[in-house]
């Protein structure tokens, strides 16, 4: 991928998370300012440190079977890109989310 390309696309992914991370800092402080109760803010902030441990959680899991279907096309020997090796990778990525699904759901 060339340089013109990857740039923009860099550039475009990290503007629009700034942004997105300015308008949650706004939301914040809103209800901060709105003179919610200490209990809402607390459960707010508690819920949304529990969606960020999921998501690292999923990611974890959902590279860590990617790694294995690569490691899977390695031990086959394809060097070529067949239908047989994306069917390994979207099948790793299937199962890590599968496992991600099994371990979120059981608590």
Do not use: C
Not at 38 to 57: K, V
Not at 60 to 68: E, R, V
């Amino acid at each position: 991928m060339s340089v013109q390309v990857l740039v923009p696309i860099a550039l475009f992914g990290s503007i629009a998370y700034v942004i997105k991370l300015l308008i949650d800092a706004r939301m914040r402080v809103l209800l901060l300012r709105s003179g919610s109760s200490d209990e809402l803010l607390r459960s707010i902030l508690e819920g949304e440190a529990l969606q960020r441990r999921y998501a690292s959680l999923r990611s974890g899991i959902t590279l860590l079977a990617l790694a294995f279907g690569f490691a899977l096309i390695q031990v086959f020997g394809w060097d070529d890109i067949t239908p047989g090796a994306i069917a390994v990778l979207a099948g790793a990525f299937g199962v890590g989310n599968l496992a991600y699904f099994a371990l979120t759901h059981r608590r």
